[in-house]
């Protein structure tokens, strides 16, 4: 199972990489946030496979849960924000939130106690690791579902937007296709890990991923009419 996650790291360094190389030439906004939000992903499948290859550490296990489990999905959010948004100032004020609640939200977990029994099994949970209902297990509820939510309901509104243009119909593909990675990984994820089921979570995280680049690459791929 270990391949999974380490597929899963690789695709999304190359998918934040080739977003934080757009975001130099462009200095589009979004794409930068994105860029950061993927790489928490890598981070978060590295973290996940070296526990899975020789048992689990406090270290990396606060980083996949901080990266994977708390602040990743809503920093994807906080980029659909930027593309959303009306204006550049509604997005730059939920962005200053968004890093207020990133540095609690490490705090909470970088301090709070772990519980070294739990970290002896192969698959530890987040609320037997940090204690059910802990400030670290519910950030995880509050701030994952909330930013899932939000981006699952932005891009089908958007998609649903660009399908009238037809030389916005692959940018609306592409949308779907990134909402559809997010989902695979939210559905898959949690499900594997409700049930203590390794093989689910891992291949949701690498197979998400992997769709959610394929969805970028579609959707900024150059529309055929000079419209």
């Known amino acids: 199972m270990i391949v999974f996650p380490i597929a899963a790291a690789l695709v999304s360094l190359a998918f934040g990489a080739h977003l934080l190389a757009r975001f130099v030439r462009r200095r589009a906004p979004h794409e930068g946030v994105w860029a950061v939000a993927m790489l928490m992903f890598a981070a978060a499948s590295v973290a996940f496979a070296l526990g899975l290859r020789g048992g689990w550490t406090a270290g990396e296990f606060r980083i996949y849960w901080l990266f994977g489990a708390v602040l990743n999905v809503p920093f994807l ?47 530890p949970l987040g609320k037997d690791v940090f204690g059910d209902g802990s400030t670290p297990h519910r950030l995880a509820q509050y701030y994952g579902w909330t930013g899932y939510v939000l981006l699952l309901a932005g891009a089908v509104w958007s998609t649903g937007r660009m399908r009238r243009s037809e030389v916005l119909r692959r940018r609306a593909a592409g949308t779907g296709l990134v ?23 891992s291949v949701a995280l690498a197979s998400g991923a992997a769709v959610m680049y394929w969805g970028f690459l579609v959707a900024v791929r150059p529309a055929r009419s000079p419209a």
């Open 77 to 123: 959010a906080q980029g659909e924000v930027y593309l959303l948004a009306p204006k550049r100032a509604i997005a730059n004020v939920v962005l200053v939130l968004l890093l207020a609640a990133t540095a609690w939200g490490a705090a909470e977990v970088w301090t709070a106690p772990v519980r070294a029994t739990a970290l002896a099994e192969g698959f």
């Open 179 to 201: 909402a559809l990675g997010a989902t695979i990984v939210a559905i898959g994820s949690g499900v594997g890990a409700a049930y203590g089921n390794e093989p689910l979570f």
